[in-house]
Each structure stands twice: as structure tokens, then as C-alpha cells.
């Protein structure tokens, strides 16, 4: 089965059973702090690693996780842990924020830029976000500095990427003339 396909799955369980104990938004919580985890490289590497056994894996889960999550994420994560679903964990966490955003009409925007911009600029962006067609009612903007890019900006939302940024602009013309000859 697909990776894809588990994590829709899994994550579709945790959701239902999320609903039906009125715990979705505590577990959608949960399950950003599993993100986040599954986000740092070491514990990443453990849950992907074949050579740990599972009983290391299952005791380390239990350090990071037994006190801060609900009893039911807890049980969760600890049932993927047993079936030996770790190595999910990361895209099963990915698909639950992403049907959780679909569910509650949310778009998660991530705006990256070379320098820090003014609270009033993401309000205009995030207005006119919200008169597209493409995005949903609610909008999350997430922004990003990186001065790399030189200039512009970099908007990445769902599947779309709109990159303006300096670099991406250059790079094209890079290429451009490369070709030409």
C-alpha cells in the first residue's frame, strides 16, 4: 500500500474518532506538536530507522509524548508504534492537519520574503488572497524571511507556488541566455 494511502487513511481514523469524542481541535494540537517533531532530523531518523527496535522507539515516544498529548493522540501514535507504522508517522500527521484545514474551510499560506514586512502589506496580501477564487474562507498567513531570495517574495499555498523573488527572476535569465548559445 502507498504511503500516500496510509497517511489518508490514518488520518482520516484519527479525525473520526477525533469527532466523535469532541476532541478535534485538541487533537489537531496534538498532532501539530507530533509535526513538529517528526520536523527535528534525530527523531525523525528514529522513526524511520529499521535497525532500532521498536521497543526503543516505543520508549522514547513515550519520554517526549505521554505527558503532553491527549490521552487519545497518545494512544494513537502508541498503536502506529505497535503495528510498526513509525516510519508514517510524518505524512500521517501531514494528511490529518491537511483534511482538518479542508474541513474547517482553511488555507495555510506561506509567504517568504527577503526582509520582514509590515503587518499592513500581509493584511493587503491576505485580503486579496481571500477575493481568489483558489483559497478558502480562512486564511493563515505564515511568513518566512530569507535573504536569499535578494527581493520579492515567494507564496506557496495547497499545490501552488508563485515564486517572484529576485533569485527565481535571475535564474530564468540564466537560463535563458545559457540556452541560447
Known amino acids: ?59 522514547v515516544y513515550r519520554i517526549l509524548f505521554e505527558k503532553i498529548l491527549d490521552p487519545l493522540s497518545f494512544s494513537f501514535f502508541d498503536i502506529l508504534l505497535r503495528k510498526g507504522r513509525e516510519s508514517n508517522m510524518p505524512e500521517i500527521a501531514d ?21 520582514k514586512l ?16 483558489t483559497t478558502r474562507d480562512n486564511i493563515t498567513i505564515e511568513t518566512k524571511v530569507r535573504p536569499d531570495i535578494i527581493g520579492g517574495f515567494i507564496l506557496e499555498y495547497e499545490d501552488k507556488l508563485y515564486d517572484a523573488s529576485v533569485s527565481n527572476q535571475l535564474r530564468l535569465v540564466r537560463k535563458k541566455l545559457l540556452s541560447q548559445n
Open 1 to 59: 500500500m502507498s504511503q500516500a494511502r496510509i497517511a489518508t487513511r490514518y488520518a482520516k481514523s484519527l479525525i473520526d474518532l477525533a469527532k466523535d469524542q469532541n476532541k478535534l481541535d485538541l487533537i489537531f494540537h496534538d498532532v501539530q506538536q507530533v509535526q513538529t517533531a517528526c520536523k527535528n532530523k534525530d527523531f525523525l531518523m528514529l522513526c524511520k530507522s529499521p535497525i532500532v527496535p521498536s521497543g526503543k522507539k516505543s520508549k
Open 95 to 115: 494528511e490529518f492537519v491537511k483534511q482538518y484545514e479542508e474541513m474547517n474551510h482553511n488555507t495555510r499560506v506561506r509567504l517568504t520574503t527577503a526582509e
Open 118 to 133: 509590515d503587518a499592513a502589506i500581509v493584511g493587503d496580501l491576505e485580503s486579496k488572497l481571500q477575493q481568489s477564487s
